[in-house]
């Protein structure tokens, strides 16, 4: 079992990209919880850690696609991305938990 980041490595609220298993995941601390959702757009497939935080979104940086970051769903359209986790204060993330997890939307 690998670690992907540990919590003091996470900025609040900056996405960071993270890649398991060829997926790419964004994960994103904010307050005392972390989500980490599969990082490409659906709408354009650009990585969403190359966006930015605003409000509760997490914006993607190429069209301004918004997603919740604790929900995954966007405020406008209704659509979400898939949510891998979402963890505890101080505990690793790791790639078999990951990895692991189903992909629902």
Same mark, same amino acid.
């Given at each position: 079992?690998?670690?992907?980041?540990?919590?003091?490595?996470?900025?609040?609220?900056?996405?960071?990209?993270?890649?398991?298993?060829?997926?790419?995941?964004?994960?994103?601390?904010?307050?005392?919880?972390?989500?980490?959702?599969?990082?490409?757009?659906?709408?354009?497939?650009?990585?969403?850690?190359? =966006?930015?935080?605003? =409000?509760?979104?997490?914006?993607?940086?190429?069209?301004?696609?918004?997603?919740?970051?604790?929900?995954?769903?966007?405020?406008?359209?209704?659509? =979400?991305?898939?949510?891998?986790?979402?963890?505890?204060?101080?505990?690793?993330?790791?790639?078999?938990?990951?990895?692991?997890?189903?992909?629902?939307?």
């Amino acid at each position: 079992m690998k670690n992907l980041i540990n919590w003091d490595a996470l900025e609040d609220r900056v996405p960071q990209h993270a890649l398991v298993a060829n997926v790419d995941l964004v994960i994103m601390r904010y307050d005392d919880s972390v989500s980490v959702l599969y990082a490409r757009c659906l709408h354009r497939g650009a990585l969403m850690a190359d =966006g930015f935080v605003q =409000g509760d979104n997490l914006i993607c940086g190429l069209h301004g696609w918004d997603y919740r970051y604790a929900t995954r769903v966007s405020e406008y359209n209704n659509k =979400g991305t898939s949510k891998y986790l979402k963890d505890q204060k101080n505990q690793p993330i790791r790639t078999s938990t990951v990895a692991s997890t189903s992909l629902t939307a």
